[in-house]
Structure formats: C-alpha cells, structure tokens
C-alpha cells in the first residue's frame, strides 16, 4: 500500500507540474482512460463552423499565452464551450496583472467579449485603441470577421477614427463606411482616389468616393471632371446621395464658373418635396442677382420669407429679399423688410445665445430625444422648432451621435444587468462582482461622454449661426446706410432726369391671380408657393419733374 501510494503520489505531482502546458483533454484522456485526440476510431459528431474557428482561436490563445494559471484554462474551457457570459466574468480573475491582456491579442479579446455580450460600441471603439492591429491573432481576427460584417450597425454607431493600419484587417467594404461617418478631406484627392480603386465596381462605397471626388474636383476647379462624375452619380444603381443633391451641387458648380444661365436651370430641377428646396430658391435669388435681375431676386424671396419658413430659413434669405428691394428703390419695402428681420430673428438669437453656452435647453432636449427614435421633421417639434438652429433637424453629424448615445445608453443597462446578474451567478471569485463594476462604470461613463458629445453638437450649431446672424446684420446696416445715402440723394436723381419723356418707375408685388393667401383665415396653401412674379421694366428712374 505504501509502494500505490507512493506511486500516486508521484503521479500527481507529475500531473501538477505539467497542467498548465497540456490540453485539458489529454489529462482527461490519462485519467479515464479516454481515446487519445488522435484516435478516429470514436465516432464524433461534426462540429459546426462556429465550432471550429472557436476551437482554432482557443489553440491560438493557448499558443500564445504559453504558461498558464487555473484561472486561465477556466476561461478558456468558457470559451471554448461559448460561454461568452462567464468568460467576461471570468476575465478580471484570469488575466488581472497579466501581461496578455495589455498585447493586441488581450485587448482585442476582451473587445470581442464586450461585442458578444451586446457591447457592441463599446466593443468596436475599445478595439480601435489597439495601436498595432497586425499583432492581432489571426484566428482572432477571423472570428471578429465572422461577427461584423460590413453591414453591421455598429459601423454606423461607433465613434471611431479609420488609420492606415486597419486597412490591412477589414475589409474596404468597413473602411469607406467608416471614413465616410468622418469629416474627409477632399482637397488631396490622392487618398479618394486610391481607395476608389479598391473599391467594387458599382458598389455603394465605389459610389460615395466618386461623389466625395467629384465635389474636390470642383473646389480644384476642374469644372468638366466633377462635371461628369456628377453625371455618372445620377446614373449610378447604388448610389445614396440623392439626386436633389446631387442637382443642386452642380448648380453650384455653373454659378461659381459664371454659367448663370445653366444654373437657374439646374436650381429650377430641385422640386418643392425636397430638402432642399428652400436652400435651391435661395441660391437661385442670388443667381439672379448676378444676371441683373433683381425683380426675380424679389418674386423668389417673397416666397422663401413668408412666414410659414420662417422655421427653415437663415437671415441670408431677409438680406437678400432686403438687396433687391434695394435695388429697384423700393424703399419702404427695405425698411418693412429690416423691421421683420428683427421681429422675427430677436427671439431665436436670444435663445441661440443660451444654446451657444452648453447646448442644452428644454428645447434641445426635446429634439435629442425626437432623434433617438427618428429622423425628425420640424413639425415634430412643435414651438421647439422656433428656438433651435434651424438645420438641426437635418444635421447628419448630431444625428449619429444621438444614435451612438442612444446604443451606449441601451449598454450601460446591459451592463448593469451583466453586475447583477453576476452577484447570483458568478464564479465567487474574491473581487469577481468588482470587475464587473468596474465594467459598468466604464460603459456608463461612455454614454455620459455620448450625451455630452450631441450637446456639444447642438452648441456648435447654435455658434455656427449665431456667427451668421452677426455678418447678416452688419450687412443690413450697410443696405440701411445705402438706403438713407439713395434718398438723401434723390433731389440729384431728379434734376439729372428732367427733359426725360420717357417715365418708368419700378413696381413690387406680385399679380393678382398668383396671391398666396386666401379669405378664410389667411391660410397659405404650399402647392401656390413660388408663384410671386414681379415686373420692373426700369428701376431707380426718376420722373420728370414738371413746373
């Protein structure tokens, strides 16, 4: 007996000292006697493809970590088997102080627990702090793969920055729809271009590098290239820039080469559905300004500074209602038309001025809250709509990082659920439920910074056209000043003319059949908007004065 139990004994001891470098099959195959992993005399049942790639990255890991404790192969026995809650528990257990979970390999493991566990964001923002993406393990990265295709939301919600070294391990397919989330710099088209290369043919990414190309070849003046790509886009299956857009940029385009012409024609192709309609009758005013127009300057503003977009419209629209009234001397209609300008920009200044302190009032809340659900319209503001940057509503920027804020927000209480979870189920670690605290601050923190992150937006809006209102303004004292220095100077006017047979005064308005309002409660009816005509056969020229 004491011959066994010194044998035991001895075997044990052997066992012990080898636990960490061997699979935990094969002593489970030494103790019961089990068929060795190479023995395929045992029928086995087929493993699935999630199996397999898991069972590769657990031989990968165990590669790579070399020595381990208990607490290691308990994690990786939860991984293994899929066990992806208890494998998060586990973590703090298996790998605190360990020199593993600071490697690529570590960082991106424990992102990829976040990301199974519905982290998401959280998971991808984490992943992208890695510095050297090409340590990553490679059964690792195969498995991150599987899990974030290029159509996963969590592209759309992450807040992440796209460098060189990513490239190498998604696809291009992540990469463009990554950078196009990012304020991309379109006066190198070097970097677009090549990307576009890369690129599917007819692909939704090849399409938005030929837009984003197309708008640095017109900043780059190379007037026919941007031209027919804009072209190309219009024709394009996958493409997601709207023809609207794409329609009233290469007006831009035509006005900022001189061809005005061309332009009004290209503004006139923006329907009145559109978004942007109103910002197309805008520019088509100052269009007219440039052809010498100024009569269908003012048949264009009248229409766009009715008060039913006074929501929607800038204070650029007022001035240039103000410039042509100007410039067919009207000039009670300037002094009308700066007297509405501060009725009706008084209170959204007072109000941009409290936004432009930290971006949240009642009213940005209201519209945080409106976008975590939808893409609101100004309708679904309600009075809100009056005291908010007036493209807030649109702003593609503040609507993402609602979104992100919304998920982040949805994750804290995932993670508040995973800490409670944990003090039921846990393993019952010392300072196990302290790790998963430690999480959940983390993630909550996050969202906080989320938060922040779409009132901040909201506070750069409200500068953005606080600045606006600031330039309008000085410019209306100078069409003011100009009013005064025209009638001051109008006896010389007069004495200039007299001799002159031939009388005609410039008339404002618009005709009778195109009137906007009607006789039941002045209701103005859109489909009518945009029918102002006015006629000024010589403006500015004074009568003969007769004695």
Not at 36 to 42: G, L, M, Q
Not at 110 to 134: D, K
Not at 318 to 338: M, R
């Amino acid at each position: 007996m004491k011959l066994l139990s010194a044998i035991l004994f001895a075997a044990s001891l052997i066992l012990t000292q080898n636990a960490r470098a061997e699979d935990e099959e094969d002593l489970m195959s030494i103790l019961e006697a089990r068929p060795a992993k190479t023995d395929t005399s045992t029928k086995v049942k087929p493993s699935s493809a999630s199996d397999i790639a898991m069972n590769k990255l657990v031989a990968a890991l165990k590669a790579e970590m070399g020595s381990r404790s208990p607490e290691q192969n308990i994690f990786l026995s939860f991984l293994k088997e899929s066990e992806l809650e208890k494998a998060l528990y586990q973590w703090v257990s298996a790998f605190r102080g360990d020199s593993f979970s600071k490697t690529p390999t570590g960082q991106a493991l424990f992102s990829y627990l976040l990301f199974r566990n519905g982290m998401t964001v959280m998971a991808v923002e984490n992943l992208f702090q890695i510095q050297n993406p090409a340590a990553i393990s490679q059964a690792l990265v195969a498995v991150w793969k599987d899990h974030v295709p290029s159509t996963h939301k969590v592209w759309d919600l992450a807040q992440i920055k796209w460098s060189d070294n990513w490239s190498k391990v998604f696809s291009t397919a992540i990469e463009v729809r990554v950078r196009s989330r990012n304020v991309m710099s379109v006066e190198n088209l070097d970097p677009l271009v090549a990307l576009h290369k890369k690129t599917t043919p007819g692909s939704e990414e090849q399409a938005w590098l030929e837009w984003q190309i197309a708008l640095g070849q017109a900043l780059k003046g190379e007037v026919s290239k941007s031209a027919k790509s804009l072209k190309h886009l219009l024709e394009a299956p996958n493409n997601k820039v709207s023809p609207d857009h794409i329609n009233i940029t290469a007006a831009r385009l035509l006005f900022q080469n001189g061809y005005l012409d061309a332009a009004v024609q290209y503004y006139q192709k923006i329907p009145k559905t559109s978004d942007f309609w109103l910002e197309a009758q805008e520019e088509l005013g100052w269009t007219y300004i440039r052809k010498g127009e100024p009569q269908n300057t003012l048949a264009v503003t009248q229409t766009i500074t009715a008060k039913v977009f006074e929501t929607q419209i800038g204070p650029e629209a007022v001035f240039l209602h103000s410039l042509a009234q100007l410039k067919i001397c009207d000039y009670p209609g300037v002094v009308q038309t700066l007297n509405m300008f501060k009725d009706r920009f008084r209170p959204k200044a007072a109000s941009l001025v409290e936004l432009a302190k930290t971006g949240q009032t009642p009213d940005s809340e209201k519209l945080v809250e409106v976008m975590k659900s939808q893409k609101p319209k100004l309708e679904d503001l309600g009075h809100s709509a009056m005291l908010l940057p007036r493209l807030s509503t649109r702003d593609e920027i503040l609507f993402d990082l609602v979104q992100t804020q919304k998920a982040l927000e949805g994750e804290g209480r995932l993670a508040a659920a995973l800490y409670a979870r944990s003090l039921s189920g846990g393993t019952a670690q010392v300072g196990f439920q302290a790790g998963i605290e430690g999480l959940r601050k983390v993630v909550e923190n996050r969202a906080k910074s989320a938060r922040s992150a779409s009132f901040n937006r909201v506070k750069a809006l409200a500068e953005d056209e606080l600045n606006e209102f600031q330039q309008i303004l000085q410019k209306l004292h100078i069409v003011e000043a100009e009013v005064i220095q025209q009638i001051t100077q109008s006896e010389k006017v007069i004495q200039a003319s007299r001799g002159q047979n031939d009388l005609k005064k410039g008339s404002t308005g618009s005709k009778a059949k195109d009137q906007l309002t009607f006789p039941y409660g002045g209701e103005t009816w859109f489909d009518e908007l945009s029918n102002y005509r006015v006629s000024v056969a010589k403006g500015c020229q004074a009568g003969t004065v007769k004695k």
